[in-house]
């Protein structure tokens, strides 16, 4: 009876700290759900942020490198102008049979251009950004390998999470 009394309480022991310790990890569970959730969710709006803050970088830059386009071909375009109405001129000058007139004008016709030369204009024809879009899409897949790598990490540590160990047991 002695016997029996202690391995009673033992087991009595055994299954307070079974408990205790089952309600522990329990709020340890819950603990680590909430945060991992509010880690998430930062996590999230640092995603939308990092977007927004690309768009922006992108809409600007695409915004002013088209701008800057756009003033050199108004140039291009206010000069060919000049030069199709000077050329016309020249044509009709050169059939011309006034040759004061001819002296007076010619002159007028070999003078700058009044928009101005504009230097060379080299296109670059494979202007693009999908330079960019290759660097994002790299982005994306080093961040979902390295959660993939984090996830397994977790799962094992998770798996490997002990609450208890049964012995070796002589018989009730």
């Not at 202690?6 to 340890?28: C, T």
């Not at 002159?107 to 999908?130: C, I, N, R, W, Y």
């Not at 660097?135 to 996830?151: P, T």
Request: net charge negative; aromatic share 2%.
């Amino acid at each position: 009876q002695a016997e029996n009394h202690q391995k009673l309480k033992v087991r009595e022991q055994e299954l307070k700290d079974m408990k205790r310790v089952m309600e522990g990890v329990k709020r340890s569970a819950e603990k680590v759900h909430d945060d991992t959730e509010n880690m998430l969710s930062e996590l999230q709006r640092s995603m939308e942020r990092l977007q927004e803050l690309i768009e922006e970088v992108m809409d600007q830059a695409s915004l002013e490198k088209m701008n800057q386009a756009q003033e050199v071909a108004e140039n291009l375009e206010a000069e060919i102008k000049e030069r199709q109405k000077r050329d016309t001129e020249m044509k009709d000058l050169a059939s011309c049979e006034d040759n004061i007139y001819y002296l007076q004008t010619c002159d007028t016709m070999t003078s700058p251009l009044e928009v101005g030369d504009l230097p060379a204009v080299h296109v670059k024809q494979d202007a693009s950004f999908e330079p960019i879009r290759d660097v994002i899409l790299a982005l994306g897949e080093r961040i979902e390998d390295l959660c993939n790598q984090e996830l397994g990490k977790i799962t094992k540590q998770v798996n490997d999470t002990t609450l208890f160990t049964l012995g070796n047991s002589k018989g009730v």
